[in-house]
């Protein structure tokens, strides 16, 4: 299953999204097999939620949101499950960040922003308590980054620019925090200025030029403080 996984991710990588698609569906048809034989093993049910979680992004990435999100949906469900017989796992916790993010987003392409709002408002609750116990890790600081930027732009999307540079700024504040911790610097300070870039363009349409200039001169510094 593990190495249909990882072709399914090389043909992913390499453009070929039919060939991911067809790896990934038939890591998920093992992946229910394996449940039917063993139900309740948490290791299939971690299987579980990674094959539905492939399928569902193909997909998406397909334009095929319906079924994206019956595959994310499910992925969810099964999540929640593991999280009420797994409370203090972290491991879990994050499966259902992972989980309720992929559902947002699925929502907020087919226009649901109520629905997408809701699932991106849990997945930042569930990713402050992760990070509340385990306050250096990169993972839980990427997935309350990730949830701040996504909060955003569904705020962007509705016209409240207010909220929307609210909530870039706490994103800020985040990817600040992720270059600190000297992993994957790269890649949090792409982030960084990403959302830099888009903090200024909320302050300048609120009028506030003096706070847009100095976005859009740190992004372009790329300035991590």
Same mark, same amino acid.
């Given at each position: ?46 299987? &579980?939620? /990674?094959? @539905?979680?492939? #399928? +569902?992004?193909?997909?998406? =990435?397909? $334009? %095929? *949101?319906?079924? !994206? ?26 499966? &259902?960040? /992972?989980? @309720?993010?992929? #559902? +947002?987003?699925?929502?907020? =392409?087919? $226009? %649901? *922003?109520?629905? !997408? ?28 980054? /990730? ?11 509705? $016209? %409240? ?45 609120? $009028? %506030? ?17």
């Amino acid at each position: 299953m593990f190495g249909l996984t990882c072709l399914g991710r090389v043909r992913e990588a390499q453009g070929d999204e039919a060939g991911a698609r067809s790896a990934f569906e038939e890591t998920l048809d093992l992946a229910r097999a394996q449940m039917r034989a063993h139900p309740g093993s948490m290791r299939a049910l971690v299987q &579980l939620t /990674v094959s @539905l979680n492939n #399928v +569902g992004r193909m997909h998406h =990435a397909a $334009g %095929d *949101l319906a079924s !994206a999100l019956r595959m994310f949906d499910d992925q969810l469900s099964i999540v929640r499950g593991m999280v009420d017989a797994q409370p203090g796992s972290a491991e879990v916790v994050r499966l &259902l960040v /992972v989980a @309720l993010t992929s #559902v +947002g987003v699925v929502r907020q =392409a087919d $226009g %649901d *922003l109520d629905g !997408a709002m809701e699932a991106f408002g849990e997945s930042l609750e569930r990713a402050r308590e992760r990070l509340a116990r385990e306050p250096t890790s990169m993972l839980g600081l990427l997935d309350v980054y /990730v949830a701040w930027d996504n909060i955003a732009s569904v705020h962007d999307e509705r $016209g %409240d620019v207010e909220s929307s540079r609210a909530a870039t700024e706490e994103a800020v504040v985040v990817a600040r925090d992720l270059y600190g911790t000297g992993s994957g610097r790269r890649a949090a300070k792409d982030n960084l200025v990403k959302s830099l870039a888009f903090l200024a363009e909320c302050c300048d349409e609120l $009028g %506030d030029t003096e706070a847009a200039a100095l976005a859009l001169y740190q992004a372009r510094l790329g300035n991590p403080k």
